[in-house]
């Protein structure tokens, strides 16, 4: 999260579509400098190489970010099959090209098939998962490699895309938040046997949000304050699963200063809370009807 000294206080999430070449945090650098916004976070980083959906919070909508590295992301990615690099994909120095066999219609269902569902994948040395307090990444750029612990991830789905070139796989990806495409891209290159590295990556969906409600720096880069504010969602638009409750003016007042209310019949768990249209944050209701504040937002008017 990026936090300014002076600005203006903003709240609401931006979907950035990141363009190739930038890293997630300067792309929200560069849409913080044109909201002037004095506080905002990414949901979820994009290396470089990657382009599409970057959900960008500002103000109190970066109290939901954490929530959202939860969703289910969707990505379309080209494979580029007999190349091996150090950071499994198109940007890391290539340690090996090898001949791509013959794969057959069936062979490559089979293998795409065997990655679909709960598997269990180790992530790469180049990515922010932490060893002993240092990024992964910064012990990989050292020359250090240590041993990771295979993670459960879902893979719900992976539909094969036409490609013009045989040596390439162009394929959609749905999964489940911790899953990594390069490792993917790997793993279906140790599968036949010819090593396989990610050449294009792009984000297709990440959780209710999609691609195509995204825009642009250069969109962006056009538009007025006025049409800049317009683009921004509420900041409870991610929330939108979780139960609604509406709170009296009085029941407001006391949620606001930290105590509990007596309200029956509404879903156990957490609930999202309002009055008078305003949505006031999140509450957790018990078994015996009691609900009490668990994040509280304080939205700009």
Excluded: W
Aim: charged share 20%; with cysteine; glycine share 8%.
């Amino acid at each position: 999260m990026s936090k300014r000294k002076s600005g203006l206080n903003i709240d609401g999430i931006l979907l950035l579509d990141k363009r190739i070449g930038v890293s997630s945090n300067r792309a929200l650098q560069e849409v913080r400098r044109l909201f002037n916004a004095n506080k905002a976070g990414h949901t979820g980083s994009l290396d470089p190489l990657a382009t599409g959906l970057l959900p960008l919070c500002f103000g109190e909508a970066t109290k939901v970010s954490a929530l959202m590295l939860d969703d289910n992301k969707s990505y379309q990615v080209t494979i580029q099959l007999g190349v091996i690099t150090d950071t499994g994909d198109a940007e890391g120095k290539i340690l090996a090209t090898n001949s791509v066999p013959d794969i057959s219609a069936i062979a490559l269902s089979q293998c795409l098939q065997n990655f679909t569902g709960v598997i269990a994948q180790v992530p790469p040395m180049y990515s922010a998962l932490k060893h002993q307090g240092k990024k992964l990444y910064e012990l990989a750029r050292a020359g250090k490699i240590v041993e990771r612990k295979a993670r459960e991830i879902n893979i719900f789905s992976i539909k094969l895309l036409d490609s013009p070139i045989p040596s390439e796989l162009n394929l959609v990806v749905s999964c489940s938040k911790g899953t990594y495409i390069r490792t993917l891209a790997t793993d279906i290159g140790e599968y036949f046997g010819c090593g396989a590295t990610v050449k294009a990556l792009r984000r297709l969906q990440s959780g209710i949000f999609n691609l195509n409600e995204a825009y642009t720096i250069s969109q962006l880069k056009i538009m007025t304050s006025q049409e800049l504010h317009n683009v921004l969602l509420p900041v409870d638009t991610p929330l939108q699963k979780l139960s609604k409750v509406q709170l009296s003016e009085s029941q407001r007042v006391c949620i606001q200063y930290g105590q509990s209310i007596q309200i029956p019949e509404i879903s156990l768990g957490t609930v999202r809370m309002y009055s008078n249209g305003e949505f006031l944050g999140l509450g957790e209701n018990s078994l015996n009807g009691t609900l009490a504040p668990k994040k509280l937002f304080n939205l700009q008017s």
